[in-house]
Each structure stands twice: as structure tokens, then as C-alpha cells.
């Protein structure tokens, strides 16, 4: 089955700075790979998804990108901000209904 | 996006009792729905998947008898976590996928504390 790894595991980032958390997996039918937050307590909420026919993708301070070849894909936050400090998870999906799960990068924003 | 709820969002519970967690999709069919566990500071456990109007497909290792899933309708499972004890708190979240999107939808979690 899928095997999905994620580095690092915690990351402290000044306010401002940039913040990279990076995923690897072993399927090559993954196809589809969405990035989640999490806030303590609460539900871990989409906040940017990519397929596996794009490279990358961008919606404001948050972009993937995707190397199918190399089987990663990547996480960027940009002009980080205190909100948002969370946990944030990895996955892919190989099609059908299985999502592995990448262990989670805790992010710390330090203002 | 679409909403996925669940009740309760926080029990506690005597070693030994029974106790139900529904998930419901608020405002969408979902043909498929996930049941995970979450350990604090870790990432999430899937459990099993359920598929409306038939039975659970469960993870290897988690037993089906002691966390029984129904998926009676498009819109709401349940798990019971049956003669539950303490190495059974957690926290427990579902999540719901429709045939249309690709992305799965979780519910807020509920807390599971057992005495």
C-alpha cells in the first residue's frame, strides 16, 4: 500500500518568514494529494489540494508543488502570520476511497 | 464547502459501557464515509471506511467487533465503541467523500474519555 512520509515533524518560523513542509510517497498511482490544518481540538480542514496533472499550485500565501517523478510534494506558506500556527497534514490518495496520511508538522509562528 | 457534524463532541464514559458517535452530512450525500482516531500529537488513524447500505471495510488491526460501524443512509453513520476502557479514549473524527469531489469532508471530533 501507500506509504506516505512528512518532514519536519515541528517547525518555528519567525513572523513574516516563510515556513516548507514536505511530503514523500511510495504509489506511483497516487494521483490526487490534499494538505490539511489543524487547529488543537479541531477538525482538520482542506486548505489546498493539488492533482497529479499540475506541478503547482497557488492560492494566496499558500502554495503546492508536485514531483511526480521524484514522488514528493510540497507545502509553501508565505509571510507566515501567528494564526497560523497548527498542525498540518499530508496525504494522498491512489484513487478510490484510501487516503494515507502523512505524521503531521507541527508549525509554530513565532511573533 | 460542505458541512460534516458530530454528536456528542465530548463523552465520558464508565469502563465497560457502550457508547454511540454519530456523523452526519449536513447539506450533501455522501456515498462514503471514514472513521478515524487521533492520538494527541499524532497524526490520523484511519479505522475504516463505510460505504452506504453496506458493511464497513476496517483497517488491519482494529477490530470490528469492539467499534461497530453502520452507514445506514447517505447522510449519517455511527460508530459504537462497545465495553469500552480507558485505552480506548480518544479522539475520533469522521469524515464524508461524495462521488463528485475528491476531497474528504471531517467532522468537528469527539472526545472520548474512558474511566
Known amino acids: 500500500g501507500e506509504n506516505v512520509e512528512q518532514h519536519p515533524s515541528t517547525l518555528s518560523v519567525q513572523e513574516g518568514d516563510s515556513a516548507v513542509i514536505k511530503c514523500t510517497y511510495s504509489?506511483?498511482?497516487?494521483?490526487?494529494f490534499p494538505w490539511y490544518k489543524q487547529e488543537l481540538g479541531k477538525r482538520p480542514q482542506l486548505i489546498i489540494d493539488?492533482?497529479?496533472?499540475?506541478g503547482e499550485k497557488k492560492d494566496q500565501r499558500i502554495a503546492v508543488t508536485l514531483n511526480k517523478t521524484a514522488k514528493h510534494f510540497s507545502l509553501h506558506i508565505t509571510e507566515t502570520q501567528p494564526e497560523d500556527s497548527a498542525v498540518y497534514f499530508c496525504?494522498?490518495?491512489?484513487?478510490?476511497?484510501?487516503?494515507?496520511f502523512g505524521t503531521g508538522t507541527s508549525l509554530t509562528v513565532i511573533p | 464547502g460542505a458541512v460534516v457534524s458530530q454528536h456528542p463532541s465530548w463523552v465520558i464514559c464508565k469502563s465497560g459501557t457502550s457508547v454511540k458517535i454519530e456523523c452526519r452530512s449536513l447539506?450533501?450525500?455522501?456515498?462514503?464515509m471514514f472513521w478515524y482516531r487521533q492520538f494527541p500529537k499524532q497524526s490520523l488513524m484511519l479505522m475504516a471506511t463505510?460505504?452506504?447500505?453496506?458493511?464497513?471495510?476496517?483497517e488491519q488491526g482494529v477490530e470490528k467487533d469492539k467499534f461497530l460501524i453502520n452507514h445506514a443512509s447517505l447522510t449519517l453513520s455511527t460508530l459504537t465503541v462497545t465495553s469500552a476502557h480507558p485505552e480506548d479514549s480518544s479522539f475520533y473524527i469522521c469524515?464524508?467523500?461524495?462521488?463528485?469531489?475528491?476531497?474528504?469532508?471531517f467532522g468537528p471530533g469527539t472526545r472520548l474519555t474512558v474511566l
Open positions: 496525504a494522498a490518495n491512489p484513487g478510490g476511497n484510501q487516503f494515507y
Open positions: 447539506d450533501f450525500q455522501a456515498t462514503t
Open positions: 504509489d506511483s498511482a497516487s494521483n490526487y
Open positions: 469524515s464524508a467523500r461524495t462521488a463528485s469531489f475528491g476531497e474528504q469532508f
Open positions: 493539488i492533482r497529479s496533472n499540475v
Open positions: 463505510s460505504n452506504e447500505g453496506s458493511k464497513a471495510t476496517y
